[in-house]
């Protein structure tokens, strides 16, 4: 069955950085697209960033300039680097597989802190 696995979050101070990562199985990787996803506490799930098959990304306004999706089609894993990290990114990241709203899978999520 279709399976997607985050890690790489934690606790970090304003101005760092972190990698997350996205393993994903079940499914032929390389032919969907892929998105992060993430849920701040007490607020609705919001769209971060979305990568094609093709490599086209896309961003948020939020967070571009400090945020890079990729992926690596042949390790069946989707990545995003976050550098210069502010506390309104705090939340809990989830890969998702689909763009444009519509998600048919999505992780159980990857916390990331960003606090002093």
């Known amino acids: 069955q279709v399976q997607l696995v985050e890690s790489g979050g934690g606790l970090v101070q304003p101005g760092g950085s972190l990698r997350l990562s996205c393993v994903a199985s079940?499914?032929?990787?390389?032919?969907?697209?892929m998105s992060w996803l993430r849920q701040a506490p007490g607020k609705g799930l919001e769209w971060v960033s979305d990568i094609k098959p093709d490599g086209s990304t896309y961003y948020t306004l939020s967070v571009k300039g400090r945020f890079t999706i990729s992926r690596d089609n042949a390790k069946n894993t989707l990545y995003l680097q976050m550098n210069n990290l502010r506390p309104e990114d705090t939340a809990l990241y989830y890969c998702?597989?689909?763009?444009?709203?519509?998600?048919?899978?999505r992780g159980q999520g990857t916390q990331v802190t960003v606090s002093s």
């Open positions: 079940g499914f032929p990787f390389g032919v969907y697209y």
């Open positions: 998702a597989r689909g763009s444009g709203g519509t998600y048919s899978s």
